[in-house]
């Protein structure tokens, strides 16, 4: 069973810029996964950032961006900010109906 | 405004049954699928069920397939997830979402209520 991948963990300071990346453990991520990426702080529901790799869900900054680099997704995080420091996920559509989240990314900003 | 609002959450024991429901309005509920996500206490989103505008079709993740079913009811704008066979495991938070399609049977989580908890103890 193909599993999607995120890094566990990463940080960035405060006007950094950082990549997360969404992965397959067996093949590359195209944009036929049409790849999502989902912001969660603690205690609060997700909230949609981007969508079909690299379309902004309305409100979204612009400093949030999707792209395919190589063989993953990723959300790139430009001039971050205190407020982004929160858990990241994304979602792929594998296919018949079926999608599968990644394990989510947990940002620190400091 | 899009609101949606998940109720039913209970402490059941194992092997016991529960309906989920998440009442929705602010969008024609018969245009978009909707979703149901868990997430566990202190882990990540996982994928349960999705179903389409109409109904007529359904999908499931392998961990709850055969026991969970996903239905709606477009006259009263709710969204249900009836679980059977509960175990330990399916303890979580449940989140029902807008969904939007991306073409063909591919849909995105869009909009999220803020959950309901089931909670299967051991």
């Known amino acids: 069973q193909t599993v999607v991948t995120q890094e566990p963990s990463f940080s960035v300071s405060p006007g950094g810029t950082v990549t997360l990346t969404c992965g397959l453990s067996?093949?590359?991520?195209?944009?036929?996964?049409?790849p999502s990426w989902y912001q969660q702080t603690p205690g609060q529901a997700p909230r949609t950032l981007i969508y079909?790799?690299?379309t902004r869900s309305s409100g979204v900054p612009d400093r949030f961006s999707g792209s395919i680099l190589g063989n993953k997704a990723a959300l790139t995080i430009t001039g971050a900010q205190a407020d982004d420091e929160a858990d990241y996920y994304c979602v792929l559509y594998m296919g018949s109906g079926i999608s599968a989240f990644g394990g989510g990314t947990k940002l620190t900003v400091l | 405004e899009v609101q949606l609002v998940e109720s039913g959450g209970d402490l059941v024991q194992p092997g016991g049954s529960l309906r989920l429901s998440c009442a929705t309005s602010?969008?024609?509920?018969?245009?978009?699928?909707m979703t149901w996500v868990r997430q566990a206490p202190g882990k990540g989103l996982e994928w349960v069920s999705t179903i389409s505008g109409s109904g007529t079709s359904t999908y499931y993740a392998d961990s709850v397939k055969g026991r969970f079913t996903i239905s709606r009811d477009i006259s009263k704008n709710t969204l249900y997830l009836q679980m059977n066979s509960l175990r330990v495991e399916d303890t979580a938070l449940y989140y029902c979402a807008k969904s939007s399609s991306c073409g063909g049977d591919c849909y995105r989580p869009d909009y999220w209520g803020q959950g309901t908890l089931v909670t299967v103890p051991s």
């Open positions: 079909s790799t690299n």
């Open positions: 067996s093949g590359s991520v195209s944009t036929n996964y049409y």
């Open positions: 602010g969008f024609t509920f018969n245009y978009y699928a």
